[in-house]
């Protein structure tokens, strides 16, 4: 694969956003990343990951509420506010994204990945969403939950994630026009959708380049 291609993927919660972006960076043969990235984050900023797990993908609660459950700085910078804010998080984890993007041919999940890399050409922004039953009974079955459970996980994780994306990006989460592609995945379900992208990934970026 000479020419280097990064997807990113929004998601909504319960969807198999996951599960499509997992499985398309293997018949692509290309690397994953998700929460990985918070590590990778964390090693080069110095600081603990867990405060860049309290912020992951909310708008709000980043420092305040990581100090607050008593964890711990380490690392290379004194705790300022500027550093540790929401905002200096993100930019800490966009710069994260940046790097291991430009590195390799790699599909990134959630973490306004499409918009930070919104002047790469060579960038595929593809949101997956799903039928709220088919979301539900998907939860339910993931996280062992009751319905109603699994209906509020669902609503309160895409809330914090459309605040998120919304704040930062100043577009709108979810809204088709928001992304290059937006695939409602229970039509082809979680291998079809991946082979569907894989075909579109193919028709644009290595069709008589190779």
């Excluded at 937006?182 to 290595?206: C, M, Q």
């Amino acid at each position: 694969m000479k020419t280097k291609i990064r997807i990113a993927i929004g998601r909504q919660f319960g969807s198999g956003g996951y599960e499509v972006g997992h499985r398309l960076a293997e018949l692509l043969e290309i690397s994953f990343y998700d929460k990985e990235l918070l590590v990778i984050a964390a090693k080069e900023s110095g600081l603990n990951k867990a405060f860049f797990e309290k912020a992951d993908e909310r708008s709000t609660h980043g420092l305040s509420y990581a100090f607050s459950l008593g964890l711990p700085y380490m690392g290379m910078f004194t705790p300022y506010t500027d550093i540790l804010s929401n905002d200096g998080l993100f930019k800490l984890q966009s710069d994260t994204i940046r790097n291991v993007a430009n590195k390799q041919s790699c599909v990134l999940v959630g973490r306004c990945a499409d918009y930070i890399l919104r002047d790469d050409p060579n960038c595929l922004s593809v949101f997956i969403h799903s039928p709220l039953e088919n979301r539900t009974e998907r939860t339910m079955e993931r996280y062992k939950l009751s319905r109603e459970e699994a209906e509020e996980l669902n609503s309160k994780t895409d809330k914090q994630r459309a605040a998120y994306y919304n704040y930062y990006t100043n577009k709108k989460w979810g809204s088709a026009l928001s992304y290059h592609l937006s695939i409602d995945v229970s039509i082809l379900g979680i291998e079809g959708t991946a082979l569907f992208i894989k075909e579109l990934i193919t028709k644009k970026y290595f069709q008589d380049k190779d």
